[in-house]
């Protein structure tokens, strides 16, 4: 199956649908390219001619669903000098919401209860998580010489069908879902100079020579892709084992 193809099974994952013209409008594609992918799915077993999922369908489904997410909380975030001097930026607050707050209540309401925090800078003062929602906090030594991919690489034993988020990322709208078919990143519409990614005809990410698309660092990581990025790491996982402050 293509891109195009997946996420329409998703689409039909997510409510029940009487009719093509139904997904289209909720898809924001035209009838066409719903018809066609519709009996592409239909072709190959996975959905019915009444637009019903089959067993095969759900398979893949409960193949790929995220099982965690892993959010790299690690740096100094220089960029938000002199803001962060008392506080680290996963900490600081939008409308009245700590961000690393919301993301964990967004993790939550997507059905991903198995959150790990990659810590560094003031790592002291995210032990209330522990407490408050259950997560489990693991140290990056190395966060004032080295970035998020180091801090991934120290949480490497835990990607898995997984969400990658940086602790400093709010989003109005909730981006983590409770179905996933393929790992994605993700980028804005607005252009950067130093990007070498964008979106192309087909919503797939490419390389490029020229501007790219802003990156926003939120990630999906399923399973195949995980265990190839486990396969170049080699660090061990240095796991916070101090007693939250009461």
């Not at 489990?136 to 990658?164: G, M, R, W």
């Not at 950067?192 to 698309?213: A, H």
């Not at 995980?226 to 007693?243: G, N």
Request: glycine fraction near 4%.
């Amino acid at each position: 199956m293509n891109k195009q193809d997946l996420n329409m099974l998703l689409i039909l994952s997510n409510k029940k649908r009487t009719n093509q013209r139904e997904v289209a409008k909720d898809s924001g594609h035209s009838l066409g390219f719903v018809n066609k992918h519709l009996k592409n799915l239909m072709n190959q077993g996975y959905i019915t001619e009444t637009l019903e999922i089959t067993k095969k369908a759900k398979n893949l489904l409960a193949e790929n669903k995220p099982k965690n997410a892993i959010i790299l909380a690690a740096g100094f975030g220089m960029r938000m000098v002199p803001i962060n001097f008392e506080s680290p930026k996963a900490l600081l607050e939008v409308n009245g919401e700590r961000i690393i707050e919301r993301q964990i209540r967004q993790l939550h309401d997507a059905g991903i209860s198995e959150i790990h925090v990659v810590v560094g800078f003031m790592k002291e003062k995210f032990e209330y998580l522990i407490d408050k929602f259950g997560v489990d906090l693991i140290v990056n030594p190395e966060y004032s010489t080295k970035n998020n991919l180091y801090s991934l690489n120290v949480a490497k034993d835990y990607l898995d069908n997984t969400y990658v988020i940086p602790s400093d990322v709010w989003c109005g709208k909730n981006p983590f879902k409770r179905n996933e078919l393929f790992s994605w990143y993700m980028v804005s519409d607005l252009i950067d100079d130093d990007s070498n990614v964008r979106v192309n005809r087909k919503n797939e990410l490419v390389i490029t020579n020229n501007s790219g698309n802003t990156m926003i660092g939120i990630s999906y990581l399923s399973h195949k892709d995980c265990d190839a990025i486990k396969k170049r790491c080699k660090h061990p996982i240095a796991r916070y084992l101090s007693t939250p402050s009461q």
